[in-house]
């Protein structure tokens, strides 16, 4: 679905912090300019690595901090000037595992419908509850729920006023297979249903899989925003990947990407995996369970982190 | 139910669910001055000529832990609150800095009077109470519990952790309190320190709340209900101020 008016639009959003090792009055900017828009519909990610500012862009986006410069709307509710209006059109599922000790999981998805003024709601509060896989937690203390049950309320708690923005910080940091899954296949339906999804990850074949477009920070600054396919056919189309059982010599080491055992190098052609077994070979190294495959948007991801790595934080007079 | 009656009504089922430490435990220490002083004074002091001192400690009792339960609850929550995370979700909500203000002081007034009818009711048993001017009471109690929820509102904004709070509740609260006329008429003061006792506002609301129940108090209640109102109005003004900018809560 797609309109005028965008789920989201971010204009020219800086963020300036008081710089904790630069001159007294000296600032640096955890977000420089940045701008795009989220069309109402989509299902949209937002990556980078730690402190790229992705987390201190939703904070302003959900009014949790102010921008230094620049403005937020989301469905053309400017979220500092019309704020009450702009956080009825907005869900956000915190990146922290926060709770309220004195209550129990009903309680706490009650309140949090109240304070936007909805009264009654629960046969969307039992739907939630029965689609998060709650249903038989809603009269337990919120302290007595384990970790991953607590971040099933958390969603619950952004979705209970039903808003057609869903903003998802990090949903899935240290959950089982299971509540992702079941998070994942609700919050999909949500999107089929017209929401927009706004999700933030580091996990990118969950990203990769979800998001029909993806923007990319680094240091508080857009490099990359595309459709997800846009992204992956400009990448490296293939990756050679191997295994070795001793280290590779530092020239080779640093075009390659390591994780334990596994080595795997970006091949644009046949010469290229030829020229990278060979290297291996004549530094004494066996290459064994060798395949290529085709890139994913982790390889896109480092790639553009690659091309970026110069990059660093503005700084400022206050 | 709006979004600042739901607030208020959390707020109020927060306190209510531990009402054993909030209700219970104030009642009860209010119980032990009582009995020991009123026991160690009843035949050495009479107030205001005819007032035994046990009646006369009753109602400076009920208002000392209303005054100190109506700051407990708003600056406990919000101290809480913020130290646990949980604030996050009031602040991802469309609720103005003003449904915040409402809810988080109703609050406290509501634990405030709570606590105060608990130390009557107790208070009972042992002495009997007189209610010669109960407009004033209900007066005095209400705008003593908003001045103190709404003090306690600033106190769990400023602080960041728990010990600044029990540090403003230890060096300003507690002094203040109890050197405000809840143990003694100031005219059984020296003149330098009954002047010293006119410049604290607590003295004020303990007077006049006083009045409602023997008809004499120690300064006229009209002149109390002015300094009670206006030191009201001026820190809800600055309650509602460090709300609207975020104080400490929004960067």
């Given amino acids: 679905m797609n309109s005028v008016i965008p789920a989201i639009s971010f204009q020219s959003v800086s963020k300036a912090y008081p710089s904790p090792r630069g001159p007294k009055g000296s600032t640096f900017l955890a977000l420089d300019q940045v701008s795009f828009d989220i069309e109402q519909g989509e299902f949209f990610g937002l990556l980078g690595p730690n402190g790229a500012g992705k987390t201190t862009l939703i904070s302003i986006l959900a009014g949790l901090i102010r921008a230094s410069g620049g403005r937020i709307s989301v469905l053309g509710h400017d979220v500092a000037r019309d704020y009450a209006q702009a956080r009825r059109s907005v869900g956000v599922v915190p990146q922290e595992l926060v709770f309220d000790p004195f209550f129990n999981v009903r309680e706490a998805l009650r309140f949090q419908s109240g304070y936007f003024g909805i009264g009654r709601n629960d046969d969307w509060i039992d739907e939630l509850l029965e689609n998060l896989g709650l249903t038989d937690k809603a009269g337990v203390n919120m302290r007595a729920l384990s970790g991953g049950m607590k971040r099933r309320v958390l969603v619950a708690q952004a979705l209970v006023h039903k808003p057609p923005v869903i903003v998802l910080d990090e949903p899935t940091a240290g959950v089982d297979v299971e509540l992702r899954q079941t998070l994942w296949q609700f919050i999909a339906k949500l999107n089929k249903q017209g929401h927009t999804v706004l999700l933030t990850t580091h996990y990118l074949e969950e990203a990769e899989a979800l998001c029909s477009r993806i923007a990319m920070l680094k240091t508080g600054r857009v490099v990359a925003l595309n459709h997800t396919s846009e992204l992956l056919k400009a990448a490296s189309s293939n990756v050679l990947r191997f295994k070795v059982d001793s280290e590779l010599p530092a020239e080779l080491a640093a075009q390659a990407r390591i994780t334990g055992r596994i080595v795997q190098f970006p091949a644009h052609d046949a010469h290229a995996i030829e020229r990278f077994l060979a290297a291996v070979r004549q530094a004494g190294l066996t290459a064994q369970d060798v395949e290529i495959r085709k890139a994913d948007l982790e390889d896109v991801f480092l790639e553009v982190m690659t091309q970026n790595k110069d990059s660093v934080h503005g700084v400022g007079l206050a | ?251």
Avoid: C
Wanted: positive net charge; hydrophobic residues 55%.
């Fill in chain 2, 1 to 251: 139910m709006k979004g600042w009656q739901t607030l208020l009504y959390k707020e109020v089922l927060r306190f209510w669910r531990v009402a054993f430490q909030t209700i219970a435990g104030p009642v009860l220490t209010a119980m032990l001055y009582l009995l020991i002083f009123g026991h160690a004074l009843e035949s050495h002091v009479k107030v205001y000529g005819q007032v035994s001192y046990t009646a006369f400690l009753v109602p400076g009792l009920a208002m000392m832990s209303l005054l100190q339960n109506a700051f407990a609850n708003s600056s406990s929550s919000l101290i809480m609150s913020k130290v646990m995370g949980n604030l996050v979700f009031l602040m991802l909500t469309p609720l103005s800095y003003m449904n915040w203000f409402v809810a988080y002081v109703g609050a406290a007034v509501i634990r405030g009077l709570v606590v105060g009818l608990g130390v009557f009711a107790v208070s009972a048993l042992f002495t009997d109470i007189s209610f010669i001017a109960p407009l004033w009471i209900l007066t005095f109690g209400v705008l003593g519990a908003a001045l103190m929820g709404t003090l306690g509102l600033i106190a769990g904004l400023w602080a960041e952790k728990f010990d600044q709070l029990a540090a403003f509740q230890n060096f300003v609260v507690m002094p203040m309190t109890f050197l405000s006329g809840v143990f003694y008429s100031i005219h059984s003061l020296p003149p330098v320190w009954q002047t010293v006792s006119h410049l604290n506002p607590f003295f004020y609301m303990i007077d006049g709340f006083r009045y409602g129940f023997f008809g004499v108090s120690d300064v006229s209640p009209w002149l109390s209900l002015a300094v009670v109102g206006g030191a009201l109005a001026a820190i809800s003004a600055v309650a509602v101020a460090l709300l609207r900018s975020g104080y400490k809560i929004r960067s």
